[in-house]
């Protein structure tokens, strides 16, 4: 295999692996021999287990990640709960993500490192977000960028990881709007066909 299909096969392997064991029983070894590669290989490109994990995940969480410029705030409201929904719905991630969150509750090392590359991730996806609402004027000034972050990541979160309940479109578009009246949005503009055209003059 060419250096890059080797790293791809690693990526993978890695995740296949988390998901049937867990981060606890995780071995560099069980991940080569998944791969197809030495360790050497896998040592080659990550220091540790942990260092694997969390280049994985956090390359894996950002992969797919189409740019998120609709023009407006709900629309990139709308675009990102879809995305968040399609990832997290993934029969891997639904299996990793929770066995991590365990693990983290009992390992100070995973836990700290887990928080550091997501809260980034959190703060590089939702920060841009927000940014771009408050230069459209759709978002005041003065947003908690922290606060605004953790309202727009939490809601989702909540309902797919932890409640494990599939959330319909109808929901997402609820959601939407609540986060953007949440953060003090401007109110949503009518769409052409949504205004009373004037009758015919008589």
Known sequence: MLRGEITTAIRKALMQELAAV????????????????????VYRRWSSKLELVLETVVAAAGSKLPALD????RGDLNL?????????????????????????ARNPTLDQALQQVLRSKQQEIGGRLVERAVRR?????????????????GPLY?????ARSAPTDAYLE?????????????????????VALPGPAV
Do not use: M
């Not at 609709?70 to 705030?73: E, I, V, Y």
């Not at 709007?177 to 052409?192: D, K, M, S, Y």
């Open 80 to 104: 990102l709960f879809q995305v968040v929904t399609h990832a997290l719905r993934h029969p891997l991630a639904s299996q990793i993500i929770p066995d991590l969150l365990a693990e983290a």
């Open 70 to 73: 609709t023009g407006s705030l």
């Open 174 to 194: 609820t959601l939407v709007e609540a986060v953007a009246t949440g953060l003090a949005a401007a109110p949503a503009v009518p769409r052409q066909r949504d």
């Open 22 to 41: 867990g981060y606890g029983r995780l071995s560099i070894e069980a991940v080569a021999r998944r791969a197809g590669v030495s360790k050497t290989a």
């Open 158 to 162: 909540w309902r797919l990881a932890i």
């Open 137 to 153: 004027g759709e978002l005041p000034a003065g947003v908690d960028l922290d606060a605004a972050i953790d309202l727009i990541v």
